[in-house]
């Protein structure tokens, strides 16, 4: 399948259930730590400045973003974890609305985990991969920012994210850069294996 990467447009932002779309479009959803770069990341793949909405202030997505892609997909957007300046009213808040969309919607067919590859995952990192091998969902581990360290260490991030993540061999793991445009021919092979 090949994508014409024109038509891409916000359907919905849906803080539950009642309010995702409805609609037969597989969808792609994309974790990970606030300010991790997963709204660049979609920015990035569909080569665009700024439709998904970035910034330097960690905790901005709140919602779940449905983005339609051509009428052939949806990626979902979804507000990031393990910002530490949020209640812990805000955070059961946010576990309960992630839980409710990775575990029940139909349409989901993967999920695009990204870690910083600068950094040995995190606790929250490890607990978010654990928790989708557990409901089976497949993963796209994306480990991004990969301009921010040299070429010669990328075997040794790769090496050290796979083995505290416990990384199950059977899923796609992509270094990724939203500034050197890295990645993103392999993450497009990757979703679309997903879709077809
Ligand atoms: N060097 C570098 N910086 C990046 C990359 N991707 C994102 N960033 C920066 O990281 C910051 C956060 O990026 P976002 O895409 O907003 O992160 P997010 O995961 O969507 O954050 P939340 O919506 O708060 O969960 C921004 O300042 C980006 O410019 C990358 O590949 N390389
Ligand atoms: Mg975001």
Not at 35 to 57: D, P
Not at 144 to 172: C, M, V, Y
């Amino acid at each position: 399948m090949k994508f014409n990467i024109h038509n891409v447009s916000i359907t919905t932002s849906a803080p539950s259930q009642a309010h995702y779309p409805v609609s037969d479009l597989p969808e792609i959803a994309l974790a990970g730590r606030s300010n991790v770069g997963k709204s660049s990341f979609i920015n990035t793949i569909l080569n665009r400045k700024n439709f998904a909405r970035t910034s330097g202030k960690p905790g901005k997505t709140q919602l779940l973003n449905f983005f339609n892609i051509d009428d052939t997909l949806h990626f979902v957007d979804v507000p990031g974890y393990g910002y530490a300046r949020v209640s812990k009213k805000e955070r059961e808040k946010w576990g309960g609305m992630i839980e409710e969309y990775l575990t029940t919607r139909p349409n989901l067919r993967a999920v695009i985990s990204l870690v910083d590859m600068r950094h040995e995952p995190s606790a929250d990192d490890v607990q978010m991969y654990e928790f989708l091998k557990y409901y089976d969902i497949p993963v796209i581990l994306v480990a991004t920012k990969a301009d921010k360290i040299p070429r010669g260490k990328w075997n040794k991030s790769e090496s050290l994210i796979k083995k505290t993540l416990q990384f199950d061999s059977n899923d796609d793991f992509i270094i990724f850069s939203s500034f050197d445009k890295t990645g993103i021919a392999e993450a497009w092979a990757a979703i679309e294996s997903f879709i077809d």
